[in-house]
């Protein structure tokens, strides 16, 4: 249960194509999550899936089946909002229970369910509270267990965590993570934010402007981006980009090296002027202005004292350099 | 910071507020009080404010020489009814505008306004003829159905109000959660926009209660509600004003009774997600 097909799935605003034509394989228990910047279609391309946006092309399979023309109750798909979308006048038992009740299911049953996904969620003691009772991270638990006793095929995650704090952030993603590996049922998980698309997927989908910029596990993408795009939007800081000369001389139009691969040595290569330091305590990025290079970010060590205005070194690790092509694709 | 004001401002504006008020509701106080007056001083020259024999009669008499709790009843039926009605129908019709809005659904929220704009007198003969062709003249059910009719765009327009307040996200769960068109209007949509569908309620059942027009136009005597009980009493007797106020104040004492009970309802409702 759970395997999710897109065959050629077109999507139109109008005349302005949103989702120009997708091809993608989700399989059984696979965290996938769609990634890339605002307006790049991956909300659309969700919503297409649930249901609550009609295809202007193509075929959505869901366990074989074609489910283009079926509506969001049919397709056996959870959904979980970015701002929740709780019931505001029913309580939080009510709010759980409502798709079972939707579903005609005998009450006692209902009733076991919602006990079973309130205990998962450490919600038992707030299931009489109504949702504006609630903080935030309590709301967004209400929502995942309103989607858990439906027992669906796949889960359906638009930016969840986007309306919570750093902190909650992180303890959320950890949660929903351990979620997917107890109840080992597909999710679909859309951000903009690549630390979470790193750190919770199985399999990332980078999108930009509507199309598959690549598809594969997040350290793939992190070592072999297939594209200047991914390059630059997986890994934080950014990977350094640099065109012309320096490019050159490695046969490409431009070539990309993370921070983490270029290192302080005395004698190295590139000699350049610090720009700006920050230390966070177990590393420090340094912003570099290189002659004839431009400006790269080096990932040094914590105990680094280099600061404002001091000459340094750098030796890029020239087994770790991507080189790009004129239409920016990697070159072998 | 909060802005200041001094106490003497205060005192003013505060003095100022109720001459206003007083300034609207004194034809109302004027009335109340006339209906208390014998016939000589109602009419007394120059006008008396408090007479000085303060007397029931008038309602005695306007209770014994009319069937006041049948206009009364009539009332009843005909406000609410054509408020229920109306809010059967506009319901989806609000909801099919706030949610699945086509390209010209602004254009016909002000056509079904613009309707309110004409005068009622120019529809005058063909309601005239269709009410008597449909054996509709002079029954409670073609009352219900005129007034319904009447108030339809307003409940609509204040309908589609609150429905456009309802963040959307909460309806696509619904749907994702199974639920029908109907349970999704029935359980989601209903409850959350109730406090704007009371006060919808509540303002047509007052404008309806209050409808002069049709109502004595399209009745006689078996449908003719407390508007047409009023209009009695100032054709024949025009001159007895004190009789006339009586009539008037228990024809519109329901109606400012409900309204006084009501009244933070229907301000909260008006005002709904004006203000956040």
Not at chain 1, 122 to 127: G, P, Q, V
Not at chain 1, 169 to 195: G, N
Not at chain 2, 51 to 77: G, H, I, K, L, Q
Request: neutral net charge; aromatic residues 8%; contains cysteine.
């Amino acid at each position: 249960m759970g395997k999710i097909t897109l065959k050629q799935v077109r999507k139109s605003f109008g005349d302005v194509a949103v989702i120009p034509g997708i091809d993608l394989d989700i399989d059984e228990g696979e965290f996938v999550v769609f990634v890339g910047p605002s307006g790049c279609g991956k909300s659309t391309l969700l919503r297409l899936i649930a249901g609550l946006e009609d295809t202007t092309g193509g075929v959505i399979e869901i366990d074989g089946k074609d489910a283009t023309q079926l509506p969001p109750a049919k397709r056996g798909l959870a959904m979980v909002f970015q701002s929740y979308a709780l019931y505001p006048h029913m309580s939080v038992r009510k709010n759980i229970a409502f798709p079972l009740k939707m579903a005609g299911l005998p009450v006692a049953e209902q009733e076991k369910r919602v006990a079973n996904a309130a205990r998962i969620l450490n919600l038992t003691s707030y299931l009489d509270r109504r949702p504006g009772q609630l903080s935030g991270g309590q709301r967004q638990r209400v929502a995942i267990g309103r989607a858990i006793v439906r027992e669906p095929a796949a889960f359906l995650f638009d930016e969840p965590l986007s309306n919570l704090d750093a902190a909650l952030r992180v303890s959320m993603r950890q949660e929903i993570t351990e979620l997917h590996q107890t109840l080992k049922t597909t999710m679909i998980y859309v951000t903009h934010d690549q630390v979470e698309a790193m750190t919770m997927a199985d399999k990332i989908v980078v999108l930009n402007a509507g199309r598959i910029e690549q598809v594969g596990s997040p350290l793939e993408l992190y070592h072999h981006p297939a594209n200047l795009f991914v390059a630059g939007f997986i890994g934080s800081p950014k990977m350094n980009l640099i065109d012309g000369a320096e490019a050159a001389k490695h046969g490409a139009v431009t070539i990309g090296i993370r921070p983490e691969h270029i290192t302080v040595q005395d004698g190295g290569p590139w000699q350049g002027v610090v720009g700006l330091s920050e230390h966070l305590g177990s590393d420090t990025f340094l912003r570099v202005q290189v002659d004839g290079v431009g400006m790269l970010t080096v990932r040094a060590g914590g105990e680094i004292t280099l600061r404002h205005g001091d000459a340094v070194a750098l030796a890029p690790q020239l087994d770790k350099l991507h080189r790009f092509g004129t239409d920016g694709k990697a070159l072998a | 910071m909060a802005r200041t004001y001094s106490t003497r401002r205060k005192i003013l504006t505060t003095a100022a507020a109720w001459g206003v008020a007083l300034l609207i509701f004194f034809p109302v106080l004027w009335m109340i009080l006339t209906s208390f007056k014998t016939e000589a001083s109602a009419v007394a020259s120059p006008p008396q404010l408090f007479s000085a024999d303060w007397t029931f009669e008038n309602y005695a008499e306007v209770w014994s020489r009319s069937d006041y709790p049948r206009f009364f009843w009539n009332s009843v039926v005909i406000s609410i009814g054509s408020t229920l009605l109306g809010l059967a129908i506009a319901i989806p019709a609000a909801w099919s505008m706030a949610f699945v809005p086509g390209k010209r659904t602004k254009d016909l929220l002000m056509w079904m306004l613009s309707t309110k704009m004409m005068p009622a007198v120019g529809v005058l003969i063909p309601m005239y003829l269709l009410f008597q062709r449909l054996g509709l003249f002079d029954t409670k059910i073609g009352l219900v159905l005129a007034l319904m009719l009447m108030n339809l765009p307003i409940i609509v327009w204040m309908l589609y109000t609150y429905f456009k307040e309802i963040p959307g996200e909460i309806l696509e769960a619904a749907r994702m959660d199974g639920a029908s068109l109907w349970n999704e209007i029935v359980h989601v949509l209903t409850p959350m926009a109730l406090p704007g569908i009371a006060s919808t309620l509540l303002l047509n059942v007052i404008l309806a209660w209050n409808e002069a027009f049709w109502t004595i136009t399209l009745t006689t005597t078996k449908a003719a509600p407390l508007s047409a009980f009023i209009a009695s009493f100032s054709a024949p007797q025009g001159l007895f004003y004190a009789k006339l106020s009586a009539a008037s104040t228990m024809a519109i004492a329901p109606i400012l009774i409900l309204g006084w009970f009501s009244q933070k309802q229907l301000v909260r409702g008006l005002t709904f997600g004006a203000v956040k």
